[in-house]
């Protein structure tokens, strides 16, 4: 597994010619969380954030993103589907809460399955027991039930109780 977190930072790297592209800024989701969309590169300090969809990513590697050549970038306009995007940053910080209303906890990460196309899981900051401090866990991507509004992740209330009881 691999967490979004671990992809932000990492090199974009061209496999024409092994020029470093820039850094991966953000990763970006479907409106339900279950498809990795693309990455964000920064190109530069003052770079302007450009698109690499994950179609055209080849490999996530430790050190770097591979992607075929330079052409392979878009734009952040680039249609519906990329602008609707969420991204880590966005999804960090989501309330979870279960059908009956009992707020779960918040999104700290997002899961992902080691080529980063598909979202396997989120990490959740949850309340610990008699409130003391928080806990971290794993919640499978399967256990949304929806996005609500406002981005709020909506879970089935024996989902929420299992985590807490954890």
Excluded: C, N
Excluded at 61 to 67: F, K, L, Q, S
Excluded at 95 to 124: C, N
């Amino acid at each position: 597994m691999l967490k979004a977190s671990e992809v932000k930072g990492r090199a974009v790297v061209a496999l024409s010619d092994g020029a470093t592209l820039g850094h991966v800024d953000d990763v970006l989701f479907d409106a339900t969380y279950r498809r990795v969309l693309g990455v964000r590169v920064k190109t530069g300090v003052w770079g302007h954030g450009t698109i690499v969809p994950r179609a055209a990513v080849v490999t996530v590697r430790p050190e770097a993103v591979t992607v075929p050549g330079p052409d392979t970038f878009t734009t952040d306009d680039r249609g519906e589907e990329v602008t609707a995007a969420v991204t880590l940053g966005q999804a960090r910080g989501m309330k979870v809460v279960s059908e009956g209303g009992a707020r779960i906890g918040t999104v700290t990460d997002i899961e992902m399955d080691d080529q980063a196309h598909f979202v396997t899981g989120y990490r959740l900051s949850v309340p610990g027991r008699h409130h003391l401090g928080h806990q971290e866990r794993l919640m499978g991507a399967g256990q949304v039930l929806r996005l609500g509004e406002g981005g709020v992740l909506i879970v089935p209330d024996a989902v929420g109780q299992a985590l807490h009881a954890s």
